[in-house]
C-alpha cells in the first residue's frame, strides 16, 4: 500500500501566484480531508469529501481557497490568489469505516507552501 | 466549535524518565485518538479510545479516556529518545458520511539522551 501521495512536497511561490496541491489518497478509501497546520494555530480541518461529494468546507478560510475531487483517487486544493499568510504544511488524509464502525485517518506526508 | 487544550505545549526531559501529557476539552467526544507527528511527515494515529475510563497500553505509552469523554492523557514511562516528536490529540464527532477530528495544538516532546 502506498499511503497517501500528496504533492509537490514543497512549494515557493510570489504573492498572487495561483497554488496547486494535489493528493491521492489510499484506494478503497471513501472519505478525503484536507488540513492545514501552523505552529500558531495548529492543525485545521479545511475541507471533507466523502464519495467525492464536499460535504464541509466552513474551515476554508476565504474564496480563495478551492477544492475538488474530480473522482475517488485525486483531489486538489487551490489557492488564488495566494498570500504570505497562506504559509503553512498543507496535508491530505484519508480514510474509510471499518467492521467496527469507527475509521482511522491515514495522512499524507504535506506539501510545505511559502508564499512570498 | 469544540477545542481541545493540550498541556504542555513543549517538554523535554531525560531519558528514562516519566511523563504525562494532557488533552482537556468542555465538549462530549464520540472517541479520542492520540497522534504522534515526526519533523516532515504527517501525524501518524496511536491509539482511538472510545469508552468513558477507558485505558490503552501501547507499550511504554497509556492512554486515557475521562469518564465524561470531555479529557484524556498519555502517560510515557521510562522515555527513550525515539519517543521524541509532536504528540497530537483529536476528538472526533460524527459529522456528514464520516468522522471529523478537531485536533490539540499538540505537545512537542524531547527526550534527550
Redesign the interface.
Known amino acids: 500500500d502506498a499511503g497517501v501521495i500528496q504533492s509537490p512536497r514543497h512549494e515557493v511561490t510570489e504573492m498572487g501566484q495561483e497554488v496547486t496541491l494535489r493528493c491521492k489518497p489510499i484506494s478503497g478509501h471513501n472519505s478525503l480531508f484536507w488540513y492545514r497546520q501552523t505552529m500558531m494555530r495548529g492543525l485545521e480541518l479545511l475541507i471533507y469529501f466523502n464519495n467525492n461529494v464536499p460535504i464541509d468546507d466552513s474551515g476554508m478560510p476565504e474564496d480563495r481557497f478551492s477544492a475538488k475531487m474530480p473522482n475517488a483517487s485525486f483531489s486538489t486544493l487551490k489557492i488564488q490568489p495566494s498570500e504570505p499568510r497562506d504559509s503553512a504544511v498543507y496535508f491530505c488524509a484519508s480514510s474509510r469505516i471499518n467492521l467496527a464502525g469507527w475509521e482511522t485517518q491515514y495522512f499524507g506526508p504535506g506539501t510545505r507552501l511559502l508564499v512570498l | 466549535t469544540q477545542l481541545l487544550e493540550q498541556s504542555p505545549q513543549f517538554l523535554s526531559i531525560q531519558e528514562g524518565e516519566n511523563l504525562t501529557v494532557y488533552c482537556n476539552s468542555s465538549s462530549v467526544f464520540s472517541?479520542l485518538q492520540w497522534y504522534r507527528q515526526e519533523p516532515?511527515?504527517?501525524?501518524?494515529?496511536l491509539v482511538?479510545v472510545?469508552t468513558g475510563g477507558e485505558v490503552k497500553k501501547l507499550k511504554r505509552l497509556t492512554f486515557q479516556f475521562g469518564d465524561a469523554r470531555k479529557d484524556s492523557s498519555l502517560h510515557i514511562t521510562a522515555a527513550q529518545p525515539g519517543d521524541t516528536g509532536l504528540y497530537?490529540c483529536a476528538g472526533a464527532a460524527w459529522?456528514?458520511?464520516?468522522?471529523?477530528?478537531?485536533?490539540?495544538?499538540?505537545t512537542k516532546l524531547s527526550v534527550i539522551p
Open positions: 472517541s516532515g511527515e504527517g501525524p501518524v494515529l482511538t472510545v497530537l459529522g456528514a458520511g464520516s468522522y471529523q477530528l478537531t485536533f490539540g495544538k499538540g
